[in-house]
């Protein structure tokens, strides 16, 4: 049977989402831990987002397969093994690494494939009088002022669907055509995040390091250096230019993975299984 869970984590103390030899990640600190409450070799698990190192998450989503009479066997005293999962859990993991919800997945569900959109936000304190020291883990502190419009009009001008080549680190034979849904710049005055500089940013998927990458572009523009239009006519040239530096991980969180409905969960990750055609480079 296939379980999905929900969990968030605090990604200062970890070397990114992946599993890698002698590192501590978030993925092998949360097999581990399964492991031992289902008493079998640590499960393999699927995630909808893979996170950097120092990144933060706080709607994180992920899979795991496991025998139906291990999802049972964890119930112990309870009734319910989705509830005994997420206890047993909590207490075997880590402080910085919480799941809040254990539960078996709808058919067809894939924790990766099948989700719609991810949503990412980076949160920037350019004033000394918002800078706090118990939240320097998640927000950036910047030295100079920021023009949050003119970030914001150099954002919009991001949306849509492109080759983000400029904006993402290369893979072999990975594709950089995303469909960039959203790319907002704000500075809130009320709630949490009252007085900083937060850009939200929402896609299908995301390459490597391209939110950071984006967030270093728009920085460019916020501090003056660089027009609104720079970051759309590096987008248009298709090539990483050194003016525009990756932002710093801890500023960035994953707050949330969305879904379609349960009877459209197979199609979505058969759809988006299909490698996503190159853009043709008179668009």
């Not at 990640?25 to 031992?36: C, I, M, R, S």
């Not at 809040?100 to 304190?125: V, W």
């Not at 572009?217 to 970051?231: D, I, K, M, Q, S």
Request: net charge negative; hydrophobic share 45%.
């Amino acid at each position: 049977m296939r379980v999905r869970l929900e969990l968030s984590y605090d990604g200062t103390g970890f070397a990114g989402w992946a599993a890698q030899p002698g590192l501590r990640t978030v993925q092998g600190t949360l097999e581990a831990a399964l492991g031992t409450v289902l008493r079998l070799e640590p499960p393999r698990l699927t995630v909808a987002g893979r996170t950097d190192a120092g990144v933060h998450a706080r709607g994180q989503v992920a899979h795991l397969d496991l025998p139906a009479e291990a999802w049972d066997a964890v119930r112990g005293r309870l009734d319910d093994p989705a509830t005994a999962l997420v206890r047993r859990l909590a207490g075997v993991l880590p402080p910085d690494v919480v799941v809040h919800r254990a539960e078996p997945a709808p058919a067809g569900f894939d924790a990766r494939f099948s989700a719609t959109y991810r949503r990412y936000c980076y949160r920037i304190a350019d004033d000394p009088v918002l800078v706090d020291p118990l939240r320097r883990s998640w927000v950036v502190r910047h030295r100079l002022a920021l023009d949050e419009a003119a970030m914001d009009d150099a954002a919009g001008r991001l949306i849509g669907h492109h080759d983000f080549a400029a904006f993402c680190k290369p893979r072999p034979e990975a594709t950089t055509v995303r469909t960039l849904e959203e790319l907002r710049v704000g500075r809130p005055t009320a709630g949490p995040d009252a007085g900083l500089v937060v850009v939200d940013v929402r896609a299908d998927a995301f390459c490597h390091s391209m939110v950071r990458a984006l967030v270093g572009g728009l920085l460019a523009v916020g501090e003056g250096r660089r027009t609104a239009a720079w970051p759309a006519e590096l987008l248009a040239a298709r090539v990483r230019d050194p003016a525009a530096h990756v932002a710093p991980a801890h500023g960035l969180t994953l707050e949330e993975v969305g879904y379609p409905a349960d009877e459209d969960l197979a199609a979505r990750a058969e759809q988006t299984r299909a490698r996503r055609d190159p853009i043709d480079p008179e668009e």
